[in-house]
T-cell receptor
Framework: KAGVTQTPRYLIKTRGQQVTLSCSPISGHRSVSWYQQTPGQGLQFLFEYFSETQRNKGNFPGRFSGRQFSNSRSEMNVSTLELGDSALYLC???????????????FGPGTRLTVL | AQRVTQPEKLLSVFKGAPVELKCNYSYSGSPELFWYVQYSRQRLQLLLRHISRESIKGFTADLNKGETSFHLKKPFAQEEDSAMYYCALGPSSGSARQLTFGSGTQLTVLP
C-alpha cells in the first residue's frame, strides 16, 4: 500500500508569515504524529492526532497547531513564522490502537521549511 | 523526564568489522525502545524494536534495564549499512504515542 505522503516537499516563507503543511497517512491508519527535525535539536515531537482529536502535545509554543480530518489526513499550521522554525517537518502515521505496546510509526519524506 | 542519549555523532568502521551504536535512556516507567534508520535520500524507517526481539539486516539490540541501555550491534558491517541511526523511546502502554529520539549516530562503513 502507498506510504505516507507529505505536501509540499519544500517551502520558503518569510518571517511573520504563516504556513500549512499537509500529511496523508497510510490507508487504514487513524493516528498521525508530527515531528520537527533540526540540526541543533534533532527530532522533537510536536503533537499527535487520533480520530480528529489531539491526543498528545509536545513542548512547542501555541503558534504550532494542527488538525485532523475525518479521512485521517492531517495538517499542521505555524503562524507568525520565526527564523528558528526552519526545519524538516515529519509526519508519522500509525494505526493508533489504544493501549498495549505502541504500534510502528511510518514516516513521510518530510516538508523542508525555510524561513527567511 | 524521558531522555535518549546517543554519545557518538559519527562512527566509522571497516567493512566486515563489528559495529556497536550506543544508546542510553532515562525513563520513569517501562519503556518501549526502537532503532530507526535513515539511508541517504530516504525516509526514516523502523529498523527494530526491542519487544519483537527480531534481528533485522543482521542487527540486534538488547534492552538492559540495569544499565538503561539499548545498544545496536552487528557482527560484520556492510557498506550498505552506512546511514543515520536514531534510538527512540516511547511508553510501553497507555494512550501516549510520542517517541523521544536521540540525536542520532552517522555510521560510515569503509571499504
Amino acid at each position: 500500500k502507498a506510504g505516507v505522503t507529505q505536501t509540499p516537499r519544500y517551502l520558503i516563507k518569510t518571517r511573520g508569515q504563516q504556513v500549512t503543511l499537509s500529511c496523508s497517512p497510510i490507508s487504514g491508519h487513524r493516528s498521525v504524529s508530527w515531528y520537527q527535525q533540526t540540526p541543533g535539536q534533532g527530532l522533537q515531537f510536536l503533537f499527535e492526532y487520533f480520530s480528529e482529536t489531539q491526543r498528545n502535545k509536545g513542548n512547542f509554543p501555541g503558534r504550532f497547531s494542527g488538525r485532523q480530518f475525518s479521512n485521517s489526513r492531517s495538517e499542521m499550521n505555524v503562524s507568525t513564522l520565526e527564523l528558528g522554525d526552519s526545519a524538516l517537518y515529519l509526519c508519522a502515521s500509525h494505526r493508533g490502537q489504544r493501549g498495549g505496546s505502541p504500534d510502528t510509526q511510518y514516516f513521510g519524506p518530510g516538508t523542508r521549511l525555510t524561513v527567511l | 523526564a524521558q531522555r535518549v542519549t546517543q554519545p557518538e555523532k559519527l562512527l566509522s568502521v571497516f567493512k566486515g568489522a563489528p559495529v556497536e551504536l550506543k544508546c542510553n535512556y532515562s525513563y520513569s516507567g517501562s519503556p518501549e525502545l526502537f532503532w530507526y534508520v535513515q539511508y541517504s535520500r530516504q525516509r526514516l524507517q523502523l529498523l527494530l524494536r526491542h519487544i519483537s526481539r527480531e534481528s533485522i539486516k543482521g542487527f540486534t539490540a538488547d534492552l538492559n534495564k540495569g544499565e538503561t541501555s539499548f545498544h545496536l550491534k552487528k557482527p560484520f558491517a556492510q557498506e550498505e549499512d552506512s546511514a543515520m541511526y536514531y534510538c527512540a523511546l516511547g511508553p510501553s502502554s497507555g494512550s501516549a504515542r510520542q517517541l523521544t529520539f536521540g540525536s542520532g549516530t552517522q555510521l560510515t562503513v569503509l571499504p
